[in-house]
């Protein structure tokens, strides 16, 4: 139900927030001071031993602290790129994560432009279900109203991937799948050092990636830039892209940090179309569209504030934007028909956002144990210019359209705005327990402007409707998480958290062929839930296994349909309440290092392996009712060994996924091939890679066995159809770094 947007309503979820917050400030502050700190030096050393802890350890997950977050209680997974084998000049995702257990990776482009990542039953398309962050800030089209994932870091500018399931929600707002947040490389202490890497190999790929850092005194500097060209493993699917990324940042004093960052990124992509289950089977590396064409420019500014004002005091604040567009050119029609070389669908976006994060730490003593409160605030305006009409009829990458002040399908203008409050606590109650509650007050207003047209049915005639909505919504979150320490070597974590996610624009008003949209929509709600065992032991060994549920009311999902022509789509509506259960685990060991932590070899061997019972309950559609969720595939197992000798490396990795379904009613095929199943696969890659002082080679082979697959089924871009995976292909990768002595 709508909530009306005033100051009247958000005052009781404020003062909730205000009165959990300052009622732990006022129970510390009523303790006599000397009784919590002997000096301002004790907490100094308790996080610094923390730290120093941590590491001399591979950092595999998060900490209970870190910055002004609380991590305490949740799911939390690190991808540390400096210590893992995967080829980085394609962005694969398949490795960069094969670690994390559970997740479903969507390969959508040989390059790595555009992240597909889904879990627990969650729709993988652009990573839309999570909160895709770069150094904490957002980097997708609209937070809230249009999520999706049109730039992806590369991986060769990065140290490190953070991964927070569900309950990342208390803290950093919308989605069910959690946080991932692309961490940049910090610059070295050095006052110059240069890294320059090149990478060739099949299809035609060419990257190359230069950076530049240093320190110099007070001030600290990292920026880089990277080319990419492939000609793709199926026919008409060219790619060039350039990235840029600069950050500056100034120590002012011992208590004050500013940081700028600007990330730029553009690239023109021909995409190749899908194709039916016939054509797939004939040949995966045909292709039926060679007028289809899409691109991206991406311009994201970002300002950080760090102010510490006492060691158990710290305070942040994040300004950050986007500017960017997104241009896709072709004939949209199903796979099964062939282009009848008419003027081509054109769908061009703009987008303009604004946002501003502030976070208060503050750390207190609570009888003798160490506590931590975190409270924040964030506000967030998006703008979305969405158009659909007719581009030209050519071959080329002509993004203009026929009649710009009279377009054949759609002009429209989305609005958010997002206010949001969120408050989390760790009490500490003994050494080894601790218990985190936590609330989130969201408050969002969205407001839809514009015009479609549809076909008056046998005519040649269309009908214009003009189409106006304003929707305000308060969504109150609340949460608990649970550590017990049983062990140094086992913790025992559990949480619970709601979560929910806005209607976004694609499912308001969209016109393609192979979709049609319920007009009465609503916001989907659930919840969060993970009991778990962890636990590691420096690089000897690492585990972490745990049941999870994740429940989903008024779930948007897909059913197969027929229109007055007999015509296939997919009919997109708030189907039934969903519920995934299952289990996540993951374990690493190094076989040499549990009998001697100081050679200088290494043997490692890691498995993960996930299982989710993933099904509509309480559906009044018994077509639906106990079917599988769409994009939830029962069984997901990556597993790998490596052996390392000093600075030579080796590894080897297997990939499988159970067969998936795309629609509700788990339809296994239809002509048009945008429903129907995705088989199980599996895939195997080897990576090597070998450094001599200043030079590193690596060299990468991807889809070992040279496996027929696929990861999706595509209702528009870049399909309609089936979009088949890249088949073997051999990368090689000469690395070269210098830095000044100092």
């Known amino acids: 139900m709508d909530i009306a947007f005033s100051t009247k309503k958000m005052k009781p979820y404020i003062s909730i927030l205000l009165f959990f917050g300052c009622t732990m400030i006022q129970h510390a502050a009523a303790q006599d001071i000397d009784s919590m700190f002997t000096a301002e030096d004790t907490m100094q050393s308790i996080i610094d031993e923390v730290t120093i802890q941590a590491e001399k350890m591979k950092e595999i997950r998060l900490k209970s602290v870190e910055g002004t977050v609380i991590f305490e209680g949740k799911k939390t997974e690190v991808v540390d790129l400096s210590k893992i084998q995967a080829n980085t000049a394609t962005n694969n995702g398949r490795q960069i994560f094969n670690r994390i257990a559970g997740l479903n990776v969507w390969e959508n482009d040989a390059a790595g432009m555009q992240s597909g990542i889904g879990a627990r039953g969650l729709n993988p398309n652009r990573s839309a279900e999570f909160n895709i962050r770069q150094n904490g800030y957002d980097i997708t089209a609209d937070a809230i109203g249009y999520p999706d994932a049109y730039y992806t870091p590369p991986s060769e500018g990065l140290d490190k991937i953070q991964i927070v399931r569900g309950a990342a929600s208390l803290q950093f707002g919308t989605q069910f799948g959690g946080l991932i947040n692309y961490i940049m ?79 730029h990124q553009n690239y023109l992509m021909q995409q190749p179309g899908g194709l039916t289950d016939n054509q797939f089977n004939q040949n995966p590396r045909q292709s039926t569209r060679e007028r289809n064409w899409f691109s991206i420019q991406w311009n994201i500014p970002s300002v950080k504030l760090e102010y510490q004002p006492k060691n ?32 081509r669908d054109l769908i061009k976006d703009q987008y303009k956002n604004f946002g501003l994060e502030s976070r208060l730490l503050y750390q207190y003593k609570l009888g003798k144990q160490l506590s931590s409160l975190s409270v ?3 506000y967030f305006k998006g703008y979305t210019g969405k158009q659909q009409g007719l581009g030209n009829n050519a071959y080329d990458a002509n993004f203009d359209y026929l009649h710009p002040d009279n377009l054949e399908n759609s002009d429209y203008d989305f609005n958010s705005h997002n206010l949001a409050f969120s408050a989390e606590n760790i009490f500490k109650i003994t050494p ?19 015009y479609y047209k549809n076909a008056v049915e046998f005519s040649s005639d269309t009908l214009r409707y003009t189409d106006n909505q304003k929707r305000k919504r308060i ?54 839930a993970d009991i778990g065992l ?11 296994v745990n049941f999870f549920a994740l429940y989903y009311n008024k779930k948007v999902g897909s059913i197969q349909q027929f229109d007055s022509t007999f015509t296939i789509y997919r009919y997109k509506t708030n189907l039934s309440n969903s519920r995934s259960l299952g289990v996540e685990s993951f ?34 559609n018994k077509q639906i009712l106990k079917k599988q969720v769409e994009f939830s595939p029962q069984f997901i197992f990556r597993g790998g060994v490596g052996f390392k000798y000093k600075t030579f490396a ?89 830095h000044t002595k100092n």
Request: charged content about 15%; overall charge positive.
């Open 650 to 738: 080796i590894n080897w990795q297997i990939s499988y996924i159970s067969k998936q379904f795309t629609d509700a009613t788990n339809a296994t095929y239809a002509s048009t091939a945008v429903i129907g199943s995705i088989p199980a696969y599996y895939v195997m890659d080897v990576t090597t890679s070998y450094t001599y002082k200043w030079f590193k080679f690596s060299c990468s082979v991807n889809n070992l066995s040279n496996n027929k697959y696929f990861t999706r089924r595509a209702e528009s871009y870049p399909g309609p159809g089936i979009i088949p995976s890249d088949g073997i292909g051999v990368f090689g990768t000469l690395a070269f770094k210098w």
């Open 587 to 620: 374990a690493e060991v190094d076989i040499v290092k549990c009998i001697d932590e100081n050679s200088d070899f290494g043997a490692s061997l890691f498995s993960n392996f996930t299982y989710t019972n993933a099904i509509y309950i309480k559906s009044p």
């Open 185 to 263: 490389h910090q610059p070295v202490a050095k006052k110059f050092q240069l890294t320059a890497q090149i990478t060739g190999g099949s299809f035609a790929t060419v990257s190359s990636f230069t950076a530049i850092e240093g320190t110099c005194k007070k001030l600290s500097y990292y920026a880089y830039y990277q080319y990419k060209h492939t000609n793709g493993w199926r026919s008409n699917s060219k790619l060039n892209a350039h990235t840029a990324f600069a950050n500056l940042s100034y120590q002012i004093n011992k208590k004050i940090n500013i940081a700028v960052e600007f990330t």
């Open 534 to 544: 962890r636990g590691k032991n420096g690089e000897k060994f690492n585990y972490d």
């Open 312 to 343: 158990n005091i710290r305070w942040n604040t994040i300004l950050f934007g986007l500017i960017g567009s997104r241009n896709a050119l072709g004939f949209l029609s199903f796979a099964n028909r062939n282009d009848d070389l008419r003027n």
């Open 432 to 450: 080894k327990l601790s218990i985190t509650p936590g609330m989130r007050a969201e408050f969002l207003l969205t407001n839809v402007d514009g």
């Open 376 to 378: 924040g605030v964030r």
């Open 475 to 528: 969504f109150p979150l609340f949460g608990v998480g649970i550590t017990y320490k049983a062990h140094y070597l086992a913790e025992i974590y559990a949480n619970i958290s709601q979560n929910y996610r806005g209607i976004n624009y694609t499912d308001l008003r969209i016109v393609n062929p192979s979709v049609r949209i319920d007009p009465n929509l609503q916001d989907e709600k659930g919840f969060n």
